[in-house]
């Protein structure tokens, strides 16, 4: 299958600072990817649907100012935390899906654990 | 009601066993499901994926899909103790601008 990157793996900052979060596709061009967030023994919940070249669109309760996201190439979506604070500390999870290819899977990041101090 | 439902478990089969994991969603004009496995720590790996209704088999698994009852389903059989994971359902609908819907989750546990 198609190979997605996310990094760093696992990070810890200080409640108040930012924290960024890459994801790449890296064999294929994903017009779409998607965040999600997990807290433990809970499922994955998606925070924001990330678009190249245009404004995330992001689920009902996310606040969009806080989880700042980024697509600005076919391969690359970021998603920054800002002034993170000790809730914040989740499982973040990006997946892409190739682009036009609407219905088929999509293919998940490692995935990467975020502890707000 | 969720968009897509499963039974959280936990679902105990001996090893050996046929594993049987179910799934329903609300949205009629649903297109593509999937079947993902998780680990404890570890991101959704994809295991199976399904368009059309009837079976769909590879290998020890088999995703069986009623587009009618809203039904869907993964088979595991000769159950390994590897197999104890998360198993997620997801729903696809073109009309949701290609957002992916997860399930809950399903925890199956393979006793030896």
């Known amino acids: 299958g198609a190979v997605v990157s996310q990094h760093p793996s696992w990070v810890i900052c200080k409640s108040g600072t930012s924290v960024k979060i890459e994801c790449r596709s890296l064999?294929?061009?994903?017009?779409?990817m998607f965040w999600y967030r997990q807290f433990p023994k809970q499922s994955l919940m998606l925070m924001a649907t990330?678009?190249?070249?245009?404004?995330?669109?992001?689920e009902q309760g996310v606040e969009k100012d806080k989880f700042l996201i980024n697509h600005a190439s076919l391969t690359l979506s970021t998603l920054t935390v800002t002034s993170a604070h000790p809730e914040d500390s989740s499982f973040y999870i990006c997946?892409?899906?190739?682009?036009?290819?609407?219905?088929?899977?999509?293919?998940f990041g490692q995935g990467t654990r975020l502890t707000v101090v | 009601q969720k968009e897509v439902e499963q039974n959280s478990g936990p679902l105990s089969v001996p090893e050996g066993a046929i594993a049987s994991l179910n799934c329903t969603y609300s949205?009629?004009?649903?297109?593509?499901f999937f079947w993902y496995r998780q680990y404890s720590g570890k991101s959704p790996e994809l295991i199976m994926s399904?368009?059309?209704?009837g079976d769909k088999e590879d290998g020890r698994f088999t995703a069986q899909l009623n587009k009618a009852s809203q039904y869907v389903s993964l088979l595991i059989r000769d159950s390994q103790p590897s197999d104890s994971a998360t198993y997620l359902c997801?729903?696809?609908?073109?009309?949701?601008?290609?957002?992916?819907?997860f399930g809950s989750g399903t925890r199956l546990s393979i006793r030896p």
């Open positions: 997946s892409a899906r190739e682009e036009g290819a609407w219905d088929t899977e999509a293919f």
């Open positions: 064999d294929f061009q994903a017009t779409t």
């Open positions: 990330s678009n190249e070249g245009s404004k995330a669109t992001y």
């Open positions: 949205d009629r004009v649903s297109q593509s």
């Open positions: 399904i368009y059309s209704n």
């Open positions: 997801a729903v696809s609908t073109y009309s949701s601008a290609s957002k992916i819907i």
